[in-house]
């Protein structure tokens, strides 16, 4: 029989929903304790059962008991003791209907928004050996009608089975859960179910009973990108659980050990949507990431899936550098690189005037990474300038008090020991790209041929080997114009070199005089160099390998500069 049918233009959009009404009534009470003082601390009520509901108070927490609720004490030795319309109306009511919301009120039944439940522990009684009757006890019968019956109303419940799941309820305490979040604890709360079930039914067949999390399937790789809200996150890992949970985690310097770590990954959190406002998107964690993921959001509203993908750019960026360094990015473009200028007294405040100077104009509404913390002399300059996120590996506490005073920036602290793992992948249409990462380990310019001209001074030679590093971070076709270890101008995603080359000297203006250029490809033609030649580059480094090699040193013998081949290309598309 089909269920009731309601008219779609009824409802009313719940994204996020605080969390007002809290039930819990748990088994395994690992958490329990700490769980409640965090949403205590945020105003919501605590409605709870027998003994979860002792150890709440004996920790001094206000309780409200069920039976107080439902006005019926538990029964037959506790077999009925929530199942009453005065919990399950709370746990039902579609609050995205007015109707259902008056009905509510007319009955005098508060809704919940959050409930904690796990189960009897039916399989460890049968594992240990106990009578039918005492196992017969451990099925439970109220749990998994609640757990069925808040995942059902995912709309408007966040259901939450697995204590692993606690941390990130005590962090979203005070602000509840999106819609995305919801739905990913839903998933897993049926799947919690049906294992538990398949338990059951397997005793009472005589068939050896497996733990419920082995059940739950792991997803294939890149099934994320599809329906992120309800991606698999592998046997046993809870959708919604810190990456830094699992205890194992997946090699992912490897491509087998890389699509392992995917296939195990875990949602994090839930965005708002993903590049445009009607895609669904969600960010997932890797086994043991130390990354932009992990980061500490310290001051602001959440990052956007746009900001994670830029903030992530900017800190490759910025990482590129063993020196103090800054990148700024635009749509995972730079709008300017720079190390701090040799001798400056606040070498990250340097580095990061330094890299604004190149294009503040494209600058404005950027991302900012430092590969040092933040000091008050750089948030000095920052607090004035309109930016989405700062991401650093920490933020000084004068930084701090400055930066946090603009309501609309995000601050990110980096994990400790941030690192990029160390294979990457893309998806494509049936399948996965993997590839190692373009790094810059054992770089040295002794390995470069000088094609044209004569010996570089050092100050030169430091400038053409920032721009090699620096012009990593470009989409191809990508040139770079440095002058003292700073990006001056940047051309980038052109589909030909020659306007990449136009587009960085535009940029540069007056500051393309005397500048050095480095390509992240060979020049095809003489075309592109004679843009720079003519806008007064003095010094070239690129890849080489051209079939028309010849033609572009002979043109920048012409112009008297000195060029190198350095044999690799640094192409990111």
Not at 45 to 53: F, K, P, Q, R, W
Not at 324 to 335: F, R
Not at 362 to 375: E, L, Y
Request: proline share 6%.
């Amino acid at each position: 029989m089909s269920g009731p049918q309601h008219d779609p233009s009824l409802y009313r959009d719940r994204d996020q929903v605080p969390f007002r009404r809290a039930l819990l009534s748990v088994s395994d009470k690992t958490g329990i304790v700490e769980l409640g003082r965090a949403l205590a601390a945020a105003g919501v009520e605590l409605v709870s059962t027998g003994s979860t509901a002792k150890m709440l108070a004996d920790a001094g927490l206000a309780v409200t008991e069920v039976a107080s609720v439902t006005g019926f004490q538990e029964a037959l030795d506790g077999r009925v003791k929530t199942l009453h319309p005065a919990i399950h109306a709370g746990l039902l009511a579609d609050l995205r209907l007015e109707h259902h919301e008056a009905q509510l009120a007319d009955l005098g039944i508060a809704p919940f928004e959050l409930v904690v439940v796990n189960l009897y522990p039916f399989v460890e009684t049968v594992r240990s050996g106990a009578a039918g009757a005492d196992v017969v006890e451990q099925i439970d019968i109220g749990g998994p009608a609640m757990v069925r019956a808040a995942a059902k109303n995912h709309a408007n419940v966040a259901i939450v089975t697995d204590p692993r799941v606690y941390p990130l309820i005590e962090r979203a305490a005070g602000t509840g859960l999106s819609l995305l979040q919801r739905r990913a604890l839903a998933r897993d709360a049926f799947a919690h179910t049906a294992a538990y079930d398949t338990a059951v039914a397997r005793w009472f067949a005589g068939e050896p009973v497996d733990a419920p999390a082995a059940t739950t399937p792991a997803a294939a790789p890149g099934a994320e990108a599809e329906r992120p809200e309800l991606v698999e996150p592998g046997a046993g890992a809870p959708a919604l659980a810190d990456a830094s949970a699992t205890e194992s985690a997946p090699d992912t310097g490897s491509a087998t050990g890389l699509l392992r770590a995917v296939g195990a990954a875990t949602l994090v959190q839930g965005l708002r949507y993903g590049e445009n406002s009607h895609q669904q998107a969600g960010l997932f964690g890797l086994p043991g990431g130390k990354g932009i993921t992990q980061a500490e959001l310290l001051h602001g509203k959440p990052m956007s899936f746009n900001n994670y993908v830029d903030a992530d750019a900017a800190l490759r960026a910025a990482y590129d550098f063993t020196e103090p360094a800054v990148a700024i990015i635009k749509h995972a473009n730079p709008c300017g690189i720079a190390v701090a200028a040799p001798g400056a007294a606040d070498p990250i405040a340097s580095a990061h005037e330094r890299a604004h100077a190149c294009d503040p104009v494209s600058a404005f509404g950027g991302v900012i990474a430092a590969n040092r913390p933040v000091t008050r002399a750089m948030a000095e300059t920052v607090k004035d300038i309109f930016t989405e996120v700062v991401v650093a590996p920490d933020f000084e506490p004068e930084a701090l008090e400055l930066l946090t005073a603009k309501k609309n920036l995000r601050l990110l602290r980096l994990p400790e020991g941030y690192a990029r793992e160390g294979s990457e992948l893309r998806q494509v249409s049936g399948g996965v790209l993997v590839q190692q990462p373009d790094t810059f380990e054992g770089f040295s310019s002794h390995t470069w041929r000088r094609v044209t001209g004569t010996h570089v001074p050092d100050a030169v030679l430091a400038d053409l080997e920032f721009a090699w590093r620096a012009v990593r971070s470009v989409k191809s076709n990508a040139i770079l114009l440095a002058s003292g270890l700073a990006s001056v101008g940047v051309g980038m995603g052109q589909v030909n070199r020659v306007d990449s080359c136009h587009l960085a000297v535009s940029r540069a203006g007056e500051r393309a005089a005397g500048s050095v250029a480095a390509s992240d490809a060979f020049f095809p033609f003489a075309d592109g160099l004679q843009v720079l030649l003519d806008a007064g580059v003095t010094a070239v480094v690129q890849p080489g390998g051209s079939v028309r090699d010849e033609e572009v040193i002979a043109a920048a013998n012409a112009a008297g500069i000195t060029m190198y081949f350095t044999g690799e290309r640094h192409f990111a598309h």
